[in-house]
């Protein structure tokens, strides 16, 4: 792909839904290992509404809804007030039945996933690898090692005792994550601050965990380079924006309810694409191609205001990157 892509990295979560669903090598290799769990997840997600669809309902309308919380009466007015004032497109709407909905749509999720649990960490993987394969590339090429391209790194806090910055983010940030800290949140924090909770909440958690998607996404692509914690912690470091941009918008995606599943598969194979294009740079700044960046041109992205080879010397590394592979692993 262009080189030019890797200043706008969010682009390669489109590449993955599009190869996701358009590749006929990659789509059933994946579909293949998560069809007969899906389907099960589907039926026992459908019993489970019909189950349990009224209760749900009471508890949203006396409790997330209502003027009673865990600890007794709200002394504000509740929230069902607020939106019917607010959101005008739904005053002709059962405002209860669409707030159960938002409630009940993450259980089902997290139904779904428990049967999908095992085989969609499987079909992650073929999906990363896969991808890797099309590109046509021998093992060596991912294997070079880690290759600064600043001219002046910045400096990593942390030691190996205590584990790298990084490490130690995730630590929170699973607790931040884990589904009851975020009813907490929802019911006691943002809830009773605006009526726009699903929308605030989804935003708020995908920039949250966003470096920390993205870093997860190419951990295979770290260990292929061999690279240490602290080469990871200063790559990520020069890169900062553009996999924060990148794990946004991945980790937005995998937070729809139920269709966030399929996209966690697509995003795999938008982070390989994502990774051959970088490595494809680290080889660029190996051989001498492109020169280290100065601190004033390191960019937003991290990629710095350098000279990419012409438009046409790309044009013909692609044709020849093509004619080495198969016509079904375009």
Avoid: C
């Amino acid at each position: 792909m262009p080189q030019e892509l890797l200043a706008f990295p969010p682009y390669y979560v489109v590449v993955g839904v599009y190869r996701l669903f358009t590749d006929d090598k990659l789509r059933p290799a994946v579909w293949a290992k998560v069809k007969h769990a899906t389907l099960r997840g589907l039926v026992v997600a459908g019993v489970y509404v019909a189950a349990t669809w009224k209760i749900q309902k009471w508890f949203v309308e006396n409790f997330l809804m209502g003027g009673f919380s865990l600890f007794g009466k709200r002394a504000q007015a509740p929230p069902v007030e607020v939106l019917e004032t607010s959101l005008s497109w739904l005053k002709k709407a059962d405002v209860v039945d669409y707030t159960t909905v938002l409630f009940i749509l993450p259980q089902l999720t997290s139904l779904i996933h428990y049967f999908l649990k095992r085989n969609l960490r499987i079909a992650r993987a073929r999906a990363w690898d896969l991808t890797v394969q099309s590109r046509g590339k021998p093992a060596e090429f991912w294997s070079k090692g880690y290759i600064e391209e600043w001219e002046q790194p910045p400096g990593i806090g942390g030691g190996e005792g205590k584990g790298t910055k990084g490490e130690q983010q995730e630590k929170w940030l699973s607790w931040l994550l884990f589904w009851p800290s975020q009813m907490a949140l929802r019911h006691f924090v943002l809830f009773p601050l605006s009526p726009y909770l699903p929308i605030y909440n989804v935003a708020f958690t995908s920039a949250m965990r966003g470096l920390y998607t993205a870093r997860v996404l190419h951990r295979p692509y770290f260990e292929a380079k061999k690279m240490t914690n602290k080469e990871i912690e200063t790559w990520l470091q020069e890169r900062r924006w553009g996999y924060r941009a990148f794990g946004f918008t991945a980790s937005l995606l995998e937070s729809i309810p139920i269709i966030g599943l399929g996209f966690s598969v697509s995003n795999r194979v938008g982070a390989a694409m994502w990774a051959f294009d970088l490595e494809k740079r680290q080889h660029r700044f190996a051989n001498g191609e492109l020169h280290k960046v100065r601190p004033e041109d390191t960019g937003l992205s991290g990629t710095g205001k350098v000279d990419f080879p012409s438009r046409h010397l790309q044009e013909e590394e692609i044709e020849l990157d093509d004619l080495k592979r198969s016509p079904g692993e375009l």
